[in-house]
């Protein structure tokens, strides 16, 4: 499903309010999934209480879940 050979797709809305360099953060994760991929890859963005880029990355099956907080 994610071969890197493969087209990939993302929202209109994740295009035009992520930006560019968080997209490939975000690939870059599935790219290195040491799991098998589910088709859905889940990756839920929030802020911490002291400013910094939070970001869940989890899938379904087989279940996988990791949360990355963005320093820079």
Known sequence: MFENNKGRYLTRGVNNEIPLALQIFMWNRIDELPEKRDY????????TESGLQKIVHRQEQPEYRVEYVITE
């Open 40 to 47: 859905l890859q889940i990756f839920d963005l929030s802020v």
